[in-house]
């Protein structure tokens, strides 16, 4: 019998890219993909660890899934992903309809474990960290209709910033040969894809054989040598280790979207030691004005978090401070939240609930008012967009810009995938609202 699968992807783009790995190979052996959760034969909740809330998020969905084996008790249930690496083993006595759990670095052996689930009715933990990085399935027909592609280039993250769970539960740096990459790029745009995002917890550090040769910006020079290749993006950079070569390739590379995604986390020195971040607020704010200078109008973004412990008013002052200095377009930000095994975790001075609530909250209106005032700069003027398809509600086209922002506005729907000249009419806090002027 045709067995159907259904992922329920919780967390990163890094998951986003896991579970289409996990689906390609299902689909790769005689699987099929299911949207409803009610009718699948296997389950894969794939979970994100980085904070309190998506673990919860995690939980509630397992525990919404308890009835389903007992009216199917053939079902096949397995947590991949962070959460299952950090916690798997517990949540397995704490869910028992979970079967197994897949660590992130596992992923490979995803066939093998169902296989042997419907053969033993066992139930599997693998949470091994030394693996390296899969090679790309590559299903035919998986991306098609898709403008826009993922390809991660590296697992793992040597960093160890004091709050973060990542390098506990993702392992160490392991990169992925750039024939792969490449391959995987080719096989994106042959599905139509033309827009690619290369994905790792630090792309900066990129290398490969010998670093003169293969590093970041080689590796986005051969990216944008791909002819049908529209865009290119690239997430999460390191304050610590932007590199001159980087800052060049925002300069000659017509394809490099303008936008970088840069993570401060806070802006007082005293707390960004006691992340271990690296950088202090005054070489933070040095590489904005490089960034700003190689590429004018760069769109940046970041993630910060309020709330670390021993944050005091004067901390958070300076956070809200360097928002201000650097305006930037749009910014994520997080109450902090222990992690257990992390150093953070056992520092003394925890910050209560409220004083985070209200933090955060001072925060995301400044940014909000700074987010509209750079999108209303943008009305009247004529920006590229690259469409992605008809938007959700309205049936109107939407797309990005280069800069990232959300453009909705009239046109028909042959234009997906294709670069458009709109110009923009309204503008919003997450979106923009424009006009089709040339194709
Ligand atoms: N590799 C990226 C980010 C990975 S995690 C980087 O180096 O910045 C995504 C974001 O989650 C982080 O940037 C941070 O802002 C947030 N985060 C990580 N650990 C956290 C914690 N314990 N509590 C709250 N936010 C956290
Ligand atoms: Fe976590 Fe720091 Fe690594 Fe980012 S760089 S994943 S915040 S340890
Ligand atoms: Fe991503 Fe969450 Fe893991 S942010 S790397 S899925 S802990």
Request: aromatic content about 8%.
């Amino acid at each position: 019998m045709n067995k159907r699968f259904h992922i329920k992807t919780m967390g990163c783009q890094m998951n986003e890219y896991d579970s289409d790995f996990l689906a390609q190979s299902l689909i790769k052996n005689g699987f099929s993909p299911e949207n409803e959760v009610g009718q699948a034969d296997v389950i894969l909740i794939n979970t994100c660890a980085v904070r309190a809330k998506p673990e919860q998020k995690a939980c509630s969905f397992l525990g919404r899934m308890a009835g389903l084996k007992e009216k199917n008790p053939e079902l096949v249930v397995g947590m991949i992903g962070c959460l299952a690496q950090m916690k798997g083993k517990e949540l397995m006595k704490r869910f028992p309809l979970l079967d197994f759990i897949m660590g992130p670095r596992e992923l490979e052996k995803i066939i093998d474990i169902v296989g042997e689930i419907y053969d033993s009715r066992q139930k599997i933990a693998v949470t091994g960290l030394k693996g390296a990085p899969p090679s790309p399935v590559n299903c035919p027909g998986y991306f098609q209709n898709q403008t826009s592609g993922f390809i991660s280039i590296m697992e793992g993250c040597n960093n160890f910033c004091s709050y973060c769970i990542v390098p506990y539960v993702r392992g160490r740096e392991h990169f992925r040969p750039p024939e792969d990459i490449l391959r995987e790029a080719e096989h994106l745009l042959s599905e139509g894809v033309r827009e690619i995002t290369l994905l790792g917890q630090n792309v900066n550090s990129y290398t490969w054989d010998d670093p003169d040769h293969w590093n970041f910006s080689s590796l986005l020079h051969a990216m944008g040598n791909l002819e049908d290749l529209s865009r290119l993006r690239f997430t999460t950079s390191h304050p610590k280790d932007l590199s001159d070569a980087l800052l060049g390739c925002f300069q000659k590379m017509d394809k490099l979207a303008g936008h970088i995604h840069l993570p401060f986390q806070a802006g007082s020195n005293r707390i960004l030691k006691l992340m271990r971040r690296g950088y202090t607020r005054e070489e933070y704010l040095e590489i904005i004005e490089k960034l700003r200078t190689a590429k004018e109008g760069i769109a940046i973004t970041s993630d910060v978090m309020v709330g670390f412990p021993g944050e005091t008013d004067e901390d958070f002052l300076l956070t809200l401070d360097l928002i201000q200095q650097v305006e930037f377009d749009s910014l994520f930000s997080f109450k902090y939240s222990d992690r257990e095994g992390t150093p953070a975790a056992k520092m003394p001075d925890k910050i209560s609930k409220g004083v985070k609530v209200s933090r955060l909250q001072r925060l995301q209106d400044l940014q909000s008012s700074i987010t509209l005032k750079k999108n209303r700069h943008l009305e009247g003027r004529q920006l590229t967009v690259l469409v992605e398809g008809t938007s959700k509600k309205g049936g109107q086209l939407t797309g990005r810009t280069s800069a990232n922002k959300i453009v909705n506005f009239d046109g028909d729907s042959h234009l997906a995938g294709k670069l458009v000249e709109v110009t923009i009419q309204e503008s919003y806090l997450n979106s923009l609202k424009g006009k089709l002027t040339g194709s």
